[in-house]
C-alpha cells in the first residue's frame, strides 16, 4: 500500500485505488442514472470507477469521467478505470475489438484494468446471453490461455495499462500462471466477496501469487444460495455487525468496507443512492476506527463463511 493509504500497488507497478465505485444496476435502472451518478461519486471522492461492457453503460459513464476532467475536478490520471472483456468475446481474434468497442462507448484512449470478465465462453455474437431453442444457453469452446495472450497484447497495444481476471477459482489462475510464455500475471481477481462469503482460501492463494483480490457484493446484496445461506440476516443486518457498528460509532456498511480493506482486498462499493455514495467514501477519510478486523473475525459464527 502507498503512504496515503488509499491505493495498492500492482504486480506490473501501477497502483489501484483500496475503493472503488460500482457501476452495475438492475436492467429497469434508466441509464441515464449511470452518468448523473458517477459524476456525483467523483465529485464525492471516487477515483476508481469498475463498469463492464455487459453492463451496457460504459457511454454514460466514460460521459461523467470525461465532465468531471473537463469541469477540473480531475484529471485523466486521477482517475482509475476497469472494464471487462464479456464472455461472447474471449475468441483470442475478438478481445481486441471488444476493448476498442469499449473504448469507443467511453470515448477514452485506454483503461487503466481490463479484465476477463467470467471464465466461461459463450458463443460469439450481439447477444450478451446466446440461448439455442430450447432456451439454454450456447457455450463456446476458448483455450483461456489464448484469451490472455492476447489480453497481453491488448497491454503491449496502451489499450489498457493492467490486465487481471475476474470469477475464477484457484485452478483456473493456475492455468494462467503456468502457461508456458506467460509475459504478464493477472494483476486482480475481481470475485464476489464479503463476510459471509469471505474468500479466505482464494485471498490467500492470490496474495502467494502477488495478485490482488477486488470484492464485489462487499455489502452482501448478492447473497449467492450456492454460498450463502439463505437462513443468514441480510448482511447489514446482521448482529454482530450490527454490534461492532454501534460500538464503534459508525454504520454496518462502513464496517464492511473497512473489513475489506484492512484484509488486503480492494473493494467495491456499490450505490446510485447519493446518501450512500457520500457515506461510502468516509470509509478513507480515518473516521472508521481501525482495527475491526479481529472482531468481524471472531465475533459471532454467522460472520464466517
Excluded at 471464465?119 to 484469451?147: H, I, Q, W, Y
Excluded at 475481481?190 to 482460501?201: D, F, I, R, W
Excluded at 473497512?258 to 473516521?287: C, D, P
Amino acid at each position: 500500500m502507498d503512504p496515503k493509504g488509499q491505493r495498492v500497488k500492482l504486480n506490473d507497478g501501477h497502483f489501484i485505488p483500496v475503493l472503488g465505485f460500482g457501476t452495475f444496476a438492475p436492467r429497469e435502472v434508466p441509464k441515464s442514472e449511470a452518468l448523473e451518478v458517477t459524476k456525483f461519486a467523483i465529485e464525492a471522492g471516487f477515483r476508481h470507477i469498475d463498469s463492464a461492457h455487459l453492463y451496457q453503460n460504459e457511454e454514460q459513464v466514460g460521459q461523467a469521467i470525461r465532465s468531471k476532467i473537463a469541469d477540473g475536478t480531475v484529471k485523466r490520471e486521477d482517475i482509475f478505470y476497469t472494464s471487462k472483456l464479456w464472455s461472447t468475446s474471449l475468441r483470442p481474434e475478438l478481445v481486441r475489438p471488444a476493448l476498442e468497442k469499449s473504448l469507443n462507448n467511453l470515448q477514452l484512449d485506454y483503461v487503466d484494468l481490463y479484465i476477463i470478465h467470467f471464465p466461461v465462453a459463450l458463443k460469439p455474437g450481439e447477444t450478451l446471453f446466446p440461448t439455442d431453442e430450447n432456451g439454454k444457453p450456447m457455450f463456446d469452446s476458448v483455450d483461456l490461455c489464448r484469451t490472455w495472450e492476447a489480453l497481453e497484447k491488448c497491454k503491449d497495444a496502451g489499450l489498457t495499462k493492467s490486465i487481471g481476471v475476474s470469477n475464477f477459482n484457484h485452478k483456473q489462475l493456475e492455468k494462467i500462471l503456468n502457461k508456458p510464455g506467460l509475459k504478464y500475471k493477472p494483476v486482480c481477481n475481481q470475485v464476489e466477496c464479503h463476510p459471509y462469503l469471505n474468500q479466505s482460501k482464494l485471498l490467500e492463494f492470490c496474495k502467494s501469487h502477488d495478485i490482488v483480490l477486488v470484492a464485489y457484493g462487499a455489502l452482501g446484496a448478492q447473497r449467492t444460495l450456492q454460498w450463502v445461506n439463505p437462513n443468514l440476516p441480510f448482511l447489514l443486518e446482521d448482529p454482530v455487525l450490527s454490534a461492532i457498528a454501534k460500538n464503534h460509532k459508525q454504520t454496518p456498511a462502513l464496517v464492511a468496507l473497512r473489513y475489506q480493506i484492512q484484509r488486503g482486498v480492494v473493494v467495491l462499493a456499490k450505490s446510485y443512492n447519493k446518501k450512500r455514495i457520500k457515506e461510502n467514501i468516509q470509509v478513507m477519510s480515518g473516521a472508521v476506527v481501525r482495527g475491526l478486523l479481529k472482531n468481524m473475525l471472531h465475533e459471532g459464527h454467522s460472520l464466517s463463511n
